[in-house]
């Protein structure tokens, strides 16, 4: 009987608590023990990978990003929720005086607040669609030669183009 | 003067020095680098990721238990990162064992080691993105099983199953002849 593949891959990651037995059997049987030599090969190539340099250091780029986004410091983050449990105590004893206070001041009802937006919206209607534009002043005849309009014509279109050329050029780099 | 032990410097930029926190960075980002180099096998990509491994950390430095050791810790949030970062981009299917082949340098002595590297690399950056990373935590990190099923949320027998499938295979790629 021989050793699984399974038993193999846990003798060499030493995840057996017993291994004796195993080692008799690796002992004596040569087909075991040349496959577990292969697997030590794999290991041992795995093992021999050497590590890779890095081109630039990470440091400067990691400080600037942390700097950017600073973490709070614990005394004040235990102030803060300090005083937001302060605060939700004070509401809470608060609660029973506004209660008291809420029916002396006088609010108008919600109905009365909708009449009133009503009222205010059909009076801002009115004004638009009775709304008259004063007369503009004529303007007498543009006289442009075809020349003119021609050459202005050839000049956008030139600007047009070089100027969408920079922009493009500029995204290319 | 002695150099500030890893606890000193984290102490110190929990408290917003942002020195001590460049100087950890300096001190395992080659490491990190590593990490997401085995399991990407890509450059730039392994470098973005290292950056962001080390910018979790810094928002996670208030949680860090500071009896731990930050290298192993740092290398293990690496690991996840590019785990999500494989699983977010579904690159599961076998890569191009020249992804990231670095031709550059090559003194004649080293062409050899260096082709063997390179297919090692390839051989890994093969491997389903799960297998790859219980690859990295068990032979780089040298994590047990069972830490390797609670760094990743799974199940021992999927963590026993994932290396030994990735074991066979890599041989397979490695001692294949040509």
């Not at chain 1, 102030?79 to 209660?99: E, H, K, N, R, S």
């Amino acid at each position: 009987m021989h050793l699984t593949d399974e038993q193999l891959n846990e003798y060499l990651d030493n995840e057996i608590a017993d291994r004796t037995l195993f080692d008799s059997h690796l002992a004596s049987c040569g087909e075991c023990a040349a496959r577990l030599t292969a697997l030590q090969s794999l290991f041992a190539e795995l093992d021999s990978l050497p590590e890779v340099e890095l081109t630039h250091s990470l440091a400067s780029q990691i400080t600037l990003h942390a700097a950017s986004s600073p973490q709070l410091p614990r005394w004040l983050t235990l102030t803060a929720t300090l005083q937001a449990a302060l605060a939700l105590i004070a509401l809470v004893l608060a609660a029973p005086f506004v209660m008291n206070l809420l029916p002396a001041i006088e609010t108008p009802s919600f109905t009365e607040i909708l009449i009133q937006l009503q009222s205010q919206w059909l009076t801002l209607f009115n004004l638009i669609t009775n709304y008259q534009l004063p007369n503009l002043p004529t303007l007498p005849p543009l006289q442009i030669p075809t020349l003119t309009l021609s050459l202005a014509l050839a000049g956008a279109s030139l600007l047009w183009l070089v100027g969408n050329g920079l922009l493009l050029r500029r995204q290319i780099k | 003067m002695t150099a500030p032990t890893d606890r000193d410097l984290i102490v110190r930029a929990r408290r917003g020095d942002g020195d001590a926190f460049s100087e950890l960075v300096t001190r395992y980002q080659t490491n990190v680098f590593n990490v997401c180099y085995r399991i990407l096998h890509e450059r730039g990509e392994a470098e973005d990721l290292a950056q962001e491994t080390f910018m979790r950390a810094y928002h996670r430095l208030e949680q860090f238990d500071l009896e731990r050791e930050f290298g192993p810790w740092v290398r293990r949030v690496a690991a996840n990162l590019c785990l999500n970062h494989l699983e977010s981009q579904k690159v599961n299917a076998p890569l191009d064992e020249e992804r990231d082949a670095d031709e550059s340098q090559r003194p004649e002595k080293q062409v050899e080691v260096r082709e063997r590297s390179e297919q090692i690399r390839g051989a890994l950056a093969s491997l389903p993105a799960h297998y790859r990373v219980v690859v990295e935590l068990r032979h780089y990190q040298e994590l047990s099983y069972d830490e390797i099923a609670s760094e990743l949320k799974i199940p021992l027998s999927d963590v026993k199953s994932h290396l030994f499938r990735a074991r066979k295979l890599l041989a397979e790629k490695l001692h294949a002849p040509d």
